[in-house]
């Protein structure tokens, strides 16, 4: 088997997986996992937005 | 005089009792992603866990990701095997069947290689989770 993911889509996934494991393992109850587990996933997908962002105006 | 931070010591280590599940539920969590939480009745928890875990190991090596061996050289290899260990049975099941061995013909396939170090990763904070319900420290 072989999976060729484009670089937003492998890191999407990846925030996605680590966000549910932060989520479960770093908070007490079921509405405070919830919810920083959208956290950690926001801060996740919106710092890929921003790198590249910031490497689209290095590259100019 | 009473030392405060040695009477806080001796509070924790009296508040965390060896018990059978605080060493079964690690080493059950540390070889199969998950079963630390679902051998303690956490199902949902444990599901979740569970399947990113393997799906993230799993996605790894079909992105043609690289399986460290244990090694004495570069630290970052040294880190990379530590990282792959945290995978427990998914590591010691990739290992027996020879996967992992890290073509270089895909351009994706170094995140390959960071999606099953991470997913190790993981691990290691769900097994301490795990251990943390059993000492009763989390509910």
Redesign the interface.
């Known amino acids: 088997?072989?999976?060729?993911?484009?670089?937003f889509s492998?890191a999407v996934?990846?925030a996605?997986?680590?966000s549910?494991?932060?989520g479960?393992?770093q908070r007490?109850?079921s509405r405070e996992m919830i919810r920083y587990g959208l956290y950690c996933f926001a801060m996740f997908v919106g710092g890929v937005i921003l790198a590249g962002w910031v490497m689209w105006i290095l590259r100019r | 005089m009473a030392n405060p931070s040695v009477d806080k010591n001796k509070a924790s280590t009296a508040a965390a009792p060896i018990t059978p599940m605080s060493v079964v539920a690690p080493a059950l969590g540390w070889l199969i992603p998950g079963a630390g939480h679902l051998i303690q009745k956490r199902w949902m928890r444990g599901a979740l866990l569970m399947v990113s875990i393997v799906a993230m190991f799993v996605l790894g090596l079909a992105m043609q990701g690289r399986i460290y061996k244990p090694n004495g050289g570069d630290i970052l290899d040294i880190l990379g095997f530590v990282g792959d260990v945290g995978a427990g049975g998914l590591y010691i099941l990739t290992r027996a069947n020879d996967w992992g061995q890290g073509a270089i013909a895909h351009a994706t396939a170094d995140y390959g290689t960071k999606f099953i170090i991470v997913a190790g990763l993981l691990n290691f904070i769900a097994v301490a989770d795990a251990y943390h319900i059993a000492i009763g420290k989390k509910p």
Do not use: D, K, P, Y
Not at chain 1, 1 to 6: A, G
């Open positions: 088997m072989s999976i060729e993911l484009s670089h492998a996934l990846f996605v997986f680590a549910v494991v932060f479960i393992t007490n109850t």
